[in-house]
Nanobody, 120 residues
Framework: QVQLVESGGGLVQDGGSLRLSCAAS????????MGWYRQAPGKQRELVAT???????NMPDSVKGRFTISRDNAKNTVYLQMSSLKPDDTAVYYC??????????????WGQGTQVTVSS
């Protein structure tokens, strides 16, 4: 069984910073993509950032220059450093990972979500 456990959310003022962490554990053969999505009240879940095992990143323009995604492959952990936070960044942030539990099967996994609230 695979688990993704997030930490690091909280309340921060406009312009502040937060760092999210997500560690994958369990029966893991390899992890291809890890990343973060977010969902604000009344809105659809949206991409925040992803990173491959080789370090290739993807993120929308709305967070480029403010957010940095990184990964420690040895620890199966992904990080999201968020700076210059805005009230529009307020959402539940979900960790995501595309994991192989053996050589044959690859499946998406999600964390339980962590709340990030940016006050104006």
């Amino acid at each position: 069984q695979v688990q993704l456990v997030e930490s690091g959310g909280g309340l921060v003022q406009d312009g502040g910073s937060l760092r999210l962490s997500c560690a994958a554990s369990g029966s893991i053969f390899s992890i291809n993509v890890m990343g973060w999505y977010r969902q604000a009240p009344g809105k659809q879940r949206e991409l925040v950032a992803t990173i491959t095992s080789g370090g290739v990143t993807n993120m929308p323009d709305s967070v480029k220059g403010r957010f940095t995604i990184s990964r420690d492959n040895a620890k199966n952990t992904v990080y999201l450093q968020m700076s210059s936070l805005k009230p529009d960044d307020t959402a539940v942030y979900y960790c995501y990972a595309l994991i192989r539990v053996n050589m044959r099967y690859e499946s998406p996994y999600w964390g339980q979500g962590t709340q990030v609230t940016v006050s104006s």
